[in-house]
C-alpha cells in the first residue's frame, strides 16, 4: 500500500531527524535538523487528511519560526558549541525518566490498536471548509488570537531592543 | 489508509524524544527546539484522532496551537537573546541564580 510506505518514510525522516538534533551540538544544525523533521510532520499531516493543516505546518513552521530561530543564532553567533561537561547521572536519570514517561504514554494509547477501529475513510476537509468553519464558529477564539500576537509582537520588541535611551 | 493508532505510536515517541531533549541538552535555543517538537507531537496526536467532520475542527485546533507557538518563540527568542546579552552565554549552567 502507498500510503503505509509513505507514512514509514515519513515517521522515519521526522523521528531521525529529531535524534540527530539531539546529538548534534552546532545550534546551527539543530535547526537545519529541525526543519527536516517539521516538513516531514507536514507531509504526515497531509496523509491524515489534513492539507490546510499540512500547508500552515510548513510555512509557519519550517518557515517563519526556523527563520527566528536562524536569527538568534546569527546573532548570538557561538564560536564554539556547548561542551559535554554535564555530569553522567543527570544523563542517565533522564534517560530513565524518558522511558518511563514513554512506556507510561504508550500504555495510554494501547486502546486504539486493540479496539479495532476502521481506519478514516473520509474525504480530505480542504481549506475551504476549514476557513468557513474558523470565521463562524471560531470566530472569537480567532480574534482572542490576533490580541495574543500583538501581545507577544509588544513583548518581544521590548525585551529585546537596546536600553540605550536611559 | 493507515490506522490512526501507528500516527499516534509516532506521536508518542517524538513526544518522550522532545523530553528527553529538553532534558539532556544544556543551550537554551535547543531546549526551546525540543519544546517545538512536543508541540507538534501533539498536534499530530489531535489529527489522528479525529475523523468525519471533525477533522476540520481538528485542523482549526491545530492551527491555534501553531499560533500560539509562533508568538511563543518570538517572546522566547526575545528572552534568549537578553540572557545571551547579559551574560554572554546561553548555557542553562551558567544561568543558575536568577537575579538580574
Known amino acids: 500500500m502507498t500510503a503505509d510506505w509513505m507514512f514509514f518514510v515519513l515517521a522515519a525522516v521526522s523521528a531521525g531527524a529529531v535524534l540527530a538534533m539531539m546529538i548534534s551540538k552546532n545550534q546551527a544544525y539543530n535547526a537545519l535538523f529541525l526543519v527536516l523533521a517539521f516538513a516531514a510532520m507536514g507531509g504526515l499531516f497531509g496523509l491524515l487528511g489534513a492539507p490546510f493543516a499540512a500547508a500552515v505546518q510548513v510555512l509557519i513552521y519550517a518557515g517563519a519560526i526556523m527563520v527566528l530561530f536562524i536569527f538568534v543564532i546569527m546573532m548570538i553567533n557561538l564560536r564554539t558549541g556547548v561542551p559535554p561537561d554535564r555530569k553522567r547521572w543527570t544523563l542517565g536519570l533522564a534517560g530513565v525518566m524518558a522511558l518511563v514517561l514513554l512506556a507510561e504514554l504508550g500504555f495510554a494509547i494501547r486502546g486504539v490498536f486493540s479496539a479495532g477501529r476502521p481506519p478514516a475513510e473520509d474525504a480530505a476537509a480542504g481549506p475551504e471548509a476549514v476557513g468557513k468553519l474558523l470565521f463562524t464558529k471560531y470566530l472569537y477564539p480567532f480574534e482572542i488570537t490576533s490580541i495574543l500576537i500583538l501581545a507577544a509582537l509588544v513583548g518581544a520588541i521590548v525585551l529585546a531592543k537596546k536600553r540605550d535611551e536611559t | ?100
Request: no cysteine; hydrophobic share 60%.
Open chain 2, 1 to 100: 489508509m493507515t490506522p490512526p493508532g501507528w500516527f499516534l505510536a509516532l506521536s508518542v515517541l517524538l513526544f518522550a524524544l522532545g523530553t528527553i531533549g529538553f532534558f539532556v541538552k544544556r543551550d537554551l535555543l535547543t531546549q526551546f527546539m525540543s519544546v517545538e517538537v512536543m508541540l507538534n507531537a501533539a498536534n499530530l496526536a489531535f489529527l489522528a484522532l479525529a475523523r468525519g467532520p471533525a477533522k476540520t475542527d481538528a485542523q482549526i485546533i491545530v492551527f491555534f496551537v501553531m499560533t500560539v507557538a509562533a508568538a511563543e518563540a518570538a517572546v522566547g527568542m526575545a528572552i534568549i537573546l537578553l540572557v545571551f546579552r547579559r551574560r554572554r552565554s546561553i548555557k542553562t549552567e551558567d544561568l543558575r541564580d536568577l537575579k538580574g
